[in-house]
């Protein structure tokens, strides 16, 4: 039977890591992903187990999880070979912010602190909602949000929201309910045509170069080149759908709207 609440968690990406610590729950965490890195402890602290779609099974069953935490689609072959050696294992797949604030809660239910993570998320909530406050009535820059550079990747569910909230107004937001990157591919022509006033690039963990996105062909008549407003936000804080896309990650893009 396993335990209620788990005493042993194997975290597969970020966000439920830093959930848990901003929980008090870290003692739990048994393994994590390569890729957390908040809060900076983790990566001196938990033993790491797997990339995002990929993972060492034998190393997680060493392990001994009671539960396994993961995240979308991609994960799907891990979750099944988990799944196959008798591991529970609770996948979230949330792409808004709706579901961000639901994992939050969920992530404390799993662990038998329902109220201290509602508190947290609720949290959030009032903080997205002063700053959304503070930007009512203000003048609202077209947005271009670039996820990849080869092909043209446009910003999800969540950077979508979140770029309106902190004021602006995403040059594409229809595309931000598409889960799959592929199925928010643009062309370099609709950018140019969307004339966006500013360009936030994350190139999904390597480092944007904003010479290479001024040397586009036509871009030089966008907005955003045109007044120099092309802006890097780290992948760490924006393109995990956690906590950090609502702190971090939303105070980065204020930032860059109020330059």
């Known amino acids: 039977m396993p335990a209620f609440p788990p005493l042993r968690i194997v975290c597969l990406t970020e966000e439920t890591v830093e959930t848990l610590y901003l929980l008090g729950e870290q003692d739990r965490i048994v393994g994590v992903s390569g890729y957390a890195v908040r809060p900076p402890q983790v990566r001196r602290e938990k033993p790491r187990v797997s990339a995002f779609i990929s993972a060492d099974i034998p190393k997680i069953l060493a392990l001994e999880p009671d539960l396994v935490l993961t995240f979308s689609d991609l994960q799907a072959d891990i979750v099944a070979g988990l799944i196959r050696a008798g591991i529970a294992v609770h996948a979230f797949n949330q792409r808004d912010i709706a579901g961000i604030l639901a994992m939050i809660r969920t992530v404390g239910a799993l662990v038998g602190v329902p109220e201290k993570a509602d508190t947290l998320a609720k949290g959030y909530e009032d903080t997205l909602a002063q700053i959304a406050a503070r930007a009512n009535g203000a003048a609202r820059p077209r947005v271009y949000f670039e996820e990849w550079d080869d092909p043209l990747i446009s910003g999800i569910g969540w950077v979508s929201e979140l770029i309106r909230i902190a004021g602006g107004d995403d040059v594409f937001p229809e595309l931000g309910a598409r889960k799959s990157a592929t199925e928010r591919i643009v062309t370099p022509e609709a950018v140019i045509a969307a004339a966006p006033d500013i360009i936030l690039a994350s190139w999904c963990g390597k480092k944007v170069v904003p010479d290479k996105i001024r040397c586009r062909a ?30 971090d990650g939303l105070d980065a893009i204020v930032a860059a709207l109020r330059t």
């Open 218 to 247: 036509g871009w030089g008549a966008i907005p955003a080149v045109r007044n120099d407003r092309i802006v890097e936000i780290k992948s760490t804080i924006i393109l995990q759908p956690g906590p950090a896309a609502l702190t």
